[in-house]
């Protein structure tokens, strides 16, 4: 942690800025704020959950040469045929183009357990891996070479089919080593493992209107092995543009025990126009039970931005907010509070 915090804070040059705002803000009235977050989120269900869940994937390779990975897990924007497709691609040793995620129909294919929790990639990608490592190993024991080469391994998937019937290896999730939990105690090992983050951000507010806008961030990650560079990136600035949302924008009214609020002409969101850029970078330290190294990282960007940003408004005014979304009201109230 100590090494993210002070890479993210060099990146955004946050004592510099920080000293360079507290001497202007006292004649702007648009006052700048600089705020650091530091924290950390378990990958997987926490305590037995991945124990109880016991997924199971299965991988086949066809005659053909196709290879199909056979989970539960739903495909929802985050990424996960890719990189599925691309854990049994570098696990076999064949072309990406010939691996096919085949759909999550639960009549098809093994229960893996649910698409939450951040264990898509790290707990039954691993299991995609491990599944993988099986069946090249069932070639290999036949003397069968595997090579990136789509023809060579068509050829040795059609003899191997035609002399001993289907091939398919699956896996089944173990607990690793030493990791125990206790259900009666909640005692021992919530997870497996953990990610970590630093997060700055930089923002703007108006002592006028108490307007904030977050004018720039960065997100400083560990993630144990990046897999999709462009899809990891992308994950995490979808996160934090949607905790920006929350942070400052999204309140729910409730009414008598309904959503008053629940329209998109008066519940407020940010668009694009109200994001800063978003920097992210990537610290690696491979975890021995993630594919290649890999841990999740999805609910890490909802985590961090709002303390970031209020911490940023704390520096801007003198404020001490304690509450999100932290909308002009309610830090007028702070702020101003013979007013409201």
Not at 23 to 51: C, W, Y
Not at 312 to 327: E, F, I, K, Q, S
Request: charged share 20%.
């Amino acid at each position: 942690m100590g090494a993210l915090m002070d890479r993210a804070l060099s990146i955004a040059d946050y004592h510099g800025k920080r000293a360079r705002f507290d001497a202007i803000n006292p004649s702007l009235r648009v006052r700048k704020g600089i705020g650091l977050a530091t924290f950390m989120h378990g990958a997987g269900f926490t305590g037995s959950g991945e124990d109880h869940l016991a997924s199971v994937v299965a991988v086949e390779a066809l005659a053909s040469g196709r290879v199909r990975v056979l989970s539960s897990n739903t495909e929802i924007g985050q990424g996960t045929n890719t990189v599925f497709a691309q854990i049994a691609s570098d696990t076999l040793g064949v072309p990406l183009e010939t691996v096919e995620i085949v759909q999550p129909d639960t009549a098809l294919v093994p229960d893996s357990g649910p698409t939450v929790a951040s264990r898509t990639c790290m707990v039954v990608g691993k299991l995609v891996e491990t599944a993988s490592r099986r069946l090249r190993v069932e070639l290999e024991k036949v003397g069968v070479a595997i090579e990136a080469d789509s023809e060579n391994f068509a050829r040795g998937c059609a003899d191997y089919v035609s002399r001993f019937g289907p091939l398919r290896a699956t896996a089944r999730y173990q607990p690793p080593p030493g990791r125990r939990w206790n259900d009666d105690t909640y005692q021992g090992d919530a997870y497996g493992t953990y990610a970590w983050a630093a997060y700055v951000a930089e923002v703007s507010v108006d002592t006028a209107t108490w307007e904030t806008r977050v004018d720039d961030f960065v997100a400083v990650q560990e993630v144990g092995k990046v897999i999709n560079p462009v899809l990891a990136a992308g994950q995490i600035e979808g996160g934090v543009a949607q905790a920006i949302g929350w942070a400052l924008y999204e309140r729910l009214v409730w009414r008598e025990g309904r959503m008053a609020n629940g329209e998109m002409t008066n519940y407020i969101m940010p668009t694009s126009l109200d994001l800063p850029p978003i920097r992210v970078f990537f610290e690696e330290q491979p975890y021995a039970y993630g594919p290649a190294g890999a841990k999740g990282i999805g609910e890490l960007p909802m985590d961090g931005p709002a303390p970031a940003i209020l911490n940023a408004v704390a520096h801007a005014t003198g404020a001490d907010p304690r509450a999100v979304p932290l909308t002009p009201e309610l830090l007028m109230g702070l702020m101003e509070p013979a007013h409201v």
